[in-house]
């Protein structure tokens, strides 16, 4: 008895204690997606809430201090929100008139990997200002960041070559403010053209994907910069062995107009540092590129602007522009006399305008239009003399333009339902031509422009312990006049506190890809170019996926396991870079990809630790290649795992990766450079360490600073990473018979880079 007292005393002292804690708070008119952050810090605590609930609230209170109710208790006098504490440590957010809340966009999972990266029952949540050092990571890349994900994987080694669940990189739709982006890297792709600095959030879908989205059949990547317009003027700005950038966030006029800039441009061609070197050496294997320097030069540079307008509480707008450039100047001597000059340009540049009208706390409009041009030109030219030439070029051009606008109504805090209207425009090309003082011969030359009209509606809805998002999108592509219905379903249970289980099932479709072209003189670095369905040579592609997992969390333990499979049609062989034997024409073909995804995480105040692990069997069949037999897709890694851990001690935090995965496969050939079998073999297994470091500290004035390092590679494996096959043109029987050679594509070294980040 005495024990029991003494444990209740013991107990009602600390909820005594924790409830009279206090600290100090003053606000005038201040946004309270701000005051939300400073409460968080003050109690350590976290609130869940929908971000338009939110989004046009303010808040004053007078200074002094408050306890963690106090301070709720003047969110909800000033607002029409109600404030729902979950545990001790997680609050919910809802309208005034919700008794009960069960959120819609839950998140599952709160720090996923590292601080920063969250998921929700349908997909993750990335903060890459926010997330703190993974391994062989410098300044927090967007897409190398996704690759720590389960199921991601980049078999080449780059940051733009994400392989999603077997499907392939064109097959991944990447927005920044509803922008399309068709070339999301820097120096091919090694890098990618998101700034990650910029004040944003990622939000990546591999499954259940929300009907607002189509145009692709693998991931989305939908980014999204702040809304929120800055009290005072912003800024960051860092160095690292590539390339400077820096971040502004400038108020114009007092909460209602602000203007954010970043921009970040290589140094490249005025330094050529020993991370540069590693890169120089990994992407230009194989080709006649031996060093770079003042002259000959690889540059890159993207800049954006947002500009956010609120001219009242319930209406927000907002202008986002966006550039992104990749330069190519190289010159060498290839016998006396002759001169091999070869110059690439790739842009990516866009607008968007985005208007968000909230009519009530219940419905809410939001309007977009948009624009997108991608650009690659290619030239190389060999000069023999002042009158005698050879040159071949290489043009592709994407204009993406359209307009979209969504609603959405969520009737209480159990049921909401979205739904819109899109239409958008692709207009693409191509040009390969060959020519010299005397004769042009054009290799390849196409035009084709399509309409999308496109309209969807989504329930979700939460009764007891279940939760339901069924969906249904309508596309109807002009150019190949046809439709298509593509239902969508996330289900989920709660099946306890620590356990909860989850289905899907999607149907998508999309009506441009890349394909793998290899005209006569080709630089063999982006040997793919993006083509429109012609319902002939290249038809509309169609992918269906069913997924099945769970989620454990209990303890500072995460268990989460998901297996899927996924079947494509209309898929080609020239994607793949194949023309069948003495058959000049592209076949086309269908594909599967079966395969499960485990995470296992232990967490604690001061350390992290995680493994993951993937097996996925993802095969293609085409009706004249092979002997009609499935063989394994390029993008079959049958098994993937990764071990990683890291470390804080008080300003310091270390992270360590090791990663693994089974041999890529690849094709043989005969001495005649005749395919004898598709991807049959495989090569060795692959594995590398990482590591990054990093320490920050601030100074009196509060600016803060930050020095990091990373090693990609610590052990310094070499080892062979692709082989690949590439078409001869030796004689002119090659142009109508396909004969091939091989190439043999080999790791990075060990490649260390140092970045310096302050901000103020």
Same mark, same amino acid.
């Given at each position: #008895?005495?024990?029991?007292?003494? #444990?209740?005393?013991?107990?009602?002292?600390?909820?005594?204690?924790?409830?009279?804690?206090?600290?100090?708070?003053?606000?005038?008119?201040?946004?309270?997606?701000?005051?939300?952050?400073?409460?968080?810090?003050?109690?350590?605590?976290?609130?869940?809430?929908?971000?338009? +609930?939110?989004?046009?609230?303010?808040?004053?209170?007078?200074?002094?201090? &408050?306890? +963690?109710?106090?301070?709720?208790?003047? %969110?909800?006098?000033?607002?029409?929100?109600?404030?729902?504490?979950?545990?001790?440590?997680?609050?919910?957010?809802?309208?005034?008139?919700? $008794?009960?809340?069960?959120?819609?966009?839950?998140?599952? $999972?709160?720090?996923?990997?590292?601080?920063?990266?969250?998921?929700?029952?349908?997909?993750?949540?990335?903060?890459?200002?926010?997330?703190?050092?993974?391994?062989?990571?410098?300044?927090?890349?967007?897409?190398?960041?996704?690759?720590?994900?389960?199921?991601?994987?980049?078999?080449?080694?780059?940051?733009?070559?994400?392989?999603?669940?077997?499907?392939?990189?064109?097959?991944?739709?990447?927005?920044?403010?509803? @922008?399309?982006?068709?070339?999301?890297?820097?120096?091919?792709?090694?890098?990618?053209?998101?700034?990650?600095?910029?004040?944003?959030?990622?939000?990546?879908?591999?499954?259940?994907?929300? *009907?607002?989205?189509?145009?692709?059949?693998?991931?989305? %990547?939908?980014?999204?910069?702040?809304?929120?317009?800055?009290?005072?003027?912003?800024?960051?700005?860092?160095?690292?062995?590539?390339?400077?950038?820096?971040?502004?966030?400038?108020?114009?006029?007092?909460?209602?107009?602000?203007?954010?800039?970043?921009?970040?441009?290589?140094?490249?061609?005025?330094?050529?540092?020993?991370?540069?070197?590693?890169?120089?050496?990994?992407?230009?294997?194989?080709?006649?590129?031996?060093?770079?320097?003042? !002259?000959?030069?690889?540059?890159?540079?993207?800049?954006?602007?947002?500009?956010?307008?609120?001219?009242?509480?319930?209406?927000?707008?907002?202008?986002?522009?966006? /550039?992104?450039?990749?330069?190519?100047?190289?010159?060498?001597?290839?016998?006396?006399?002759? +001169?091999?000059?070869?110059? #690439?340009?790739?842009?990516?540049?866009?607008?968007?305008?985005?208007?968000?009208?909230?009519?009530? *706390?219940?419905?809410? !409009?939001?309007?977009?239009?948009?624009?997108?041009? &991608?650009?690659?030109?290619?030239?190389?030219?060999?000069? &023999?003399?002042?009158?005698?030439?050879?040159?071949?070029?290489?043009?592709?051009?994407?204009?993406?333009?359209?307009?979209?606008?969504?609603?959405?109504?969520?009737?209480?805090?159990?049921?909401?339902?979205?739904?819109?209207?899109?239409?958008?425009?692709?207009?693409?090309?191509?040009?390969?031509?060959?020519?010299?003082?005397?004769?042009?011969?054009?290799?390849?030359?196409?035009?084709?422009?399509?309409?999308?009209?496109?309209?969807?509606?989504?329930?979700?809805?939460?009764?007891?312990?279940?939760?339901?998002?069924?969906?249904?999108? =309508?596309?109807?592509?002009?150019?190949?006049?046809?439709?298509?219905?593509? *239902?969508?379903?996330?289900?989920?249970?709660?099946?306890?506190?620590?356990?909860?289980?989850?289905?899907?099932?999607?149907?998508?479709?999309?009506?441009?890809?890349?394909?793998?072209?290899?005209?006569?003189?080709? +630089?063999?670095?982006?040997?793919?170019?993006?083509?429109?369905?012609?319902?002939?040579?290249? *038809?509309?592609?169609?992918?269906?996926?069913?997924?099945?997992?769970?989620?454990?969390?209990?303890?500072?333990?995460?268990?989460?396991?998901?297996?899927?499979?996924?079947?494509?049609?209309? @898929?080609?062989?020239?994607?793949?870079?194949?023309?069948?034997?003495?058959?000049?024409?592209?076949?086309?073909?269908?594909?599967?990809?079966?395969?499960?995804?485990?995470?296992?995480?232990?967490?604690?105040?001061?350390?992290?630790?995680?493994?993951?692990?993937?097996?996925?069997?993802?095969?293609?069949?085409?009706?004249?290649?092979?002997?009609?037999?499935?063989?394994?897709?390029?993008?079959?890694?049958?098994?993937?795992?990764? #071990?990683?851990?890291?470390?804080?001690?008080?300003?310091?935090?270390?992270?360590?990766?090791?990663?693994?995965?089974?041999?890529?496969?690849?094709?043989?050939?005969?001495?005649?450079?005749? $395919?004898?079998?598709?991807?049959?073999?495989?090569?060795?297994?692959?594995?590398?360490?990482?590591?990054?470091? /990093?320490?920050?500290?601030?100074?009196?004035?509060?600016?803060?600073?930050?020095?990091?390092?990373?090693?990609?590679?610590?052990?310094?494996?070499?080892?062979?990473?692709?082989?690949?096959?590439?078409?001869? &043109?030796?004689?002119?029987?090659?142009?109508?018979?396909?004969? =091939?050679?091989?190439?043999?594509?080999?790791?990075?070294? @060990?490649?260390?880079?140092?970045?310096?980040?302050?901000?103020?």
């Amino acid at each position: #008895m005495k024990k029991l007292m003494l #444990m209740s005393f013991f107990w009602g002292w600390t909820l005594c204690s924790w409830s009279q804690q206090k600290e100090s708070f003053y606000y005038t008119n201040t946004q309270l997606a701000q005051v939300l952050s400073d409460i968080e810090k003050a109690f350590a605590v976290k609130y869940s809430y929908v971000d338009l +609930l939110v989004t046009a609230q303010k808040i004053s209170v007078p200074k002094r201090l &408050y306890s +963690l109710v106090e301070i709720n208790s003047q %969110i909800e006098q000033q607002t029409n929100l109600k404030i729902i504490r979950i545990n001790e440590r997680f609050y919910s957010i809802s309208p005034a008139e919700t $008794v009960e809340m069960i959120p819609l966009k839950e998140v599952l $999972v709160e720090e996923f990997l590292a601080k920063g990266i969250k998921k929700t029952n349908r997909h993750y949540i990335i903060s890459p200002q926010k997330v703190q050092t993974l391994p062989g990571i410098t300044d927090a890349d967007v897409l190398q960041s996704l690759q720590q994900l389960p199921g991601v994987k980049s078999p080449n080694e780059t940051a733009t070559g994400l392989y999603i669940r077997g499907g392939t990189a064109d097959q991944n739709l990447i927005l920044v403010d509803g @922008i399309r982006l068709y070339h999301p890297g820097h120096l091919f792709g090694m890098i990618s053209s998101i700034n990650p600095n910029v004040e944003q959030t990622v939000n990546y879908y591999n499954k259940a994907v929300s *009907p607002k989205f189509g145009e692709r059949v693998s991931g989305i %990547i939908d980014i999204q910069s702040t809304d929120a317009i800055s009290k005072k003027v912003k800024a960051n700005a860092g160095i690292n062995a590539l390339n400077v950038d820096a971040y502004l966030q400038i108020p114009l006029v007092k909460d209602k107009l602000g203007l954010q800039l970043s921009g970040r441009k290589s140094i490249t061609e005025w330094w050529q540092s020993p991370t540069f070197a590693q890169l120089e050496n990994k992407v230009f294997q194989n080709t006649n590129f031996r060093e770079f320097d003042n !002259q000959n030069q690889f540059k890159f540079h993207d800049y954006s602007a947002k500009l956010n307008f609120k001219p009242t509480d319930k209406t927000a707008i907002s202008l986002t522009t966006l /550039v992104i450039k990749n330069d190519l100047d190289y010159q060498n001597t290839i016998e006396i006399d002759s +001169l091999n000059n070869q110059q #690439m340009t790739i842009e990516n540049y866009g607008f968007s305008l985005n208007w968000i009208q909230k009519y009530s *706390p219940k419905f809410t !409009q939001k309007t977009t239009f948009f624009y997108s041009l &991608y650009s690659f030109d290619y030239l190389r030219k060999l000069d &023999y003399s002042v009158d005698k030439f050879e040159a071949f070029k290489k043009l592709n051009r994407v204009v993406d333009s359209g307009a979209e606008i969504n609603f959405e109504y969520q009737s209480d805090s159990k049921a909401k339902i979205e739904f819109g209207y899109q239409s958008f425009g692709n207009d693409i090309s191509h040009l390969f031509n060959s020519y010299n003082q005397d004769l042009g011969i054009v290799l390849g030359l196409k035009h084709l422009y399509n309409v999308t009209h496109a309209g969807f509606v989504q329930f979700q809805q939460s009764i007891g312990s279940w939760h339901w998002q069924p969906g249904l999108r =309508y596309n109807y592509y002009s150019q190949l006049k046809t439709s298509s219905f593509e *239902p969508r379903i996330l289900v989920q249970k709660n099946l306890s506190d620590a356990l909860i289980w989850q289905a899907s099932y999607e149907s998508r479709s999309q009506i441009l890809s890349q394909v793998r072209e290899e005209a006569a003189g080709d +630089l063999s670095l982006e040997n793919y170019v993006w083509v429109l369905s012609d319902d002939s040579e290249y *038809p509309l592609q169609r992918a269906k996926q069913y997924t099945s997992g769970i989620i454990f969390k209990e303890n500072n333990w995460l268990l989460d396991v998901e297996a899927y499979y996924k079947n494509i049609t209309g @898929i080609t062989s020239f994607t793949l870079g194949f023309l069948g034997q003495n058959d000049n024409n592209i076949q086309q073909g269908k594909g599967f990809t079966k395969g499960v995804d485990v995470l296992l995480q232990k967490s604690s105040a001061t350390w992290r630790a995680w493994l993951t692990y993937t097996y996925q069997d993802s095969q293609n069949r085409f009706d004249l290649l092979n002997d009609s037999s499935y063989f394994p897709s390029g993008a079959d890694i049958r098994h993937h795992f990764t #071990m990683a851990f890291n470390k804080k001690w008080k300003r310091f935090l270390v992270t360590a990766g090791w990663f693994w995965h089974s041999g890529k496969p690849y094709s043989t050939i005969n001495e005649a450079g005749d $395919v004898i079998s598709y991807n049959a073999k495989r090569l060795p297994d692959y594995h590398r360490l990482d590591v990054s470091a /990093v320490y920050q500290f601030q100074t009196a004035k509060g600016n803060h600073f930050k020095i990091g390092v990373s090693v990609y590679n610590l052990y310094n494996r070499h080892s062979l990473l692709s082989k690949e096959l590439e078409r001869q &043109y030796a004689n002119l029987s090659d142009f109508s018979n396909p004969r =091939y050679f091989g190439r043999e594509y080999y790791t990075l070294g @060990i490649m260390p880079n140092l970045f310096l980040r302050f901000s103020f």
